[in-house]
């Protein structure tokens, strides 16, 4: 008995110090079976760019759908402004109450690739409740129920925005970090 409780000690000893070095390196341990989802781990992800120095001013959120990943990104950079993007209607009341503060902008459009003026959008449900549409790819699903929204690109929202005094001050950042670290918005 004294034997097998000295290999569990070791064994224990042996994953302790594992883990601390992992931690020394900037890496996390977990135990695999942990129920986590790349949406579950998204809050635990953002907080570790903090940790990392990284404090946006502009967060863009294309895509928002009703908003749960810009309401949880908001708590976690607290100074930053957000452009929540969706083109869906259904979703529209849901952010229009969920982000009331002015540090929020909802723009009612899709983004998109240049000279795309419109995207098609499948869902189930084509009525302006619906929440859960995709954008259609460009062959295929022809007879799927659908929607055309309004689109446009990153680059031409953003110009949009600068010429708004409210929102110029904030999107100079993102200017400035696109010229810094070359990204682009094209895909």
């Not at 946006?56 to 990104?73: E, F, R």
């Not at 909802?106 to 240049?114: M, Q």
């Not at 295929?140 to 690109?153: H, K, L, N, Q, R």
Request: contains cysteine; aromatic residues 10%.
């Amino acid at each position: 008995m004294v034997m097998f409780d000295a290999l569990i000690y070791d064994v224990l000893m042996f994953f302790s110090l594992a883990k601390r070095v992992f931690l020394a390196l900037g890496l996390r341990v977990a135990w695999a079976s942990r129920p986590e989802n790349r949406f579950d781990a998204m809050g635990e992800a953002l907080g570790n760019l903090v940790h990392l120095g990284f404090v946006p001013t502009v967060v863009i959120d294309g895509g928002a759908n009703v908003g749960q990943w810009s309401t949880l990104a908001s708590g976690i950079f607290p100074s930053a402004r957000f452009h929540v993007i969706e083109p869906q209607p259904g979703c529209w009341p849901a952010l229009e109450a969920r982000f009331t503060s002015p540090r929020f902008s909802i723009h009612r459009t899709a983004i998109t690739s240049p000279n795309v003026a419109e995207v098609r959008m499948i869902s189930a449900a084509t009525d302006q409740r619906n929440t859960g549409a995709w954008v259609a790819p460009a062959t295929g699903f022809a007879d799927e129920p659908s929607t055309i929204y309004p689109s446009t690109t990153l680059d031409d929202l953003v110009e949009y925005l600068k010429a708004e005094p409210q929102h110029a001050q904030h999107l100079a950042a993102v200017g400035r970090y696109r010229e810094q670290y070359g990204v682009t918005a094209h895909a």
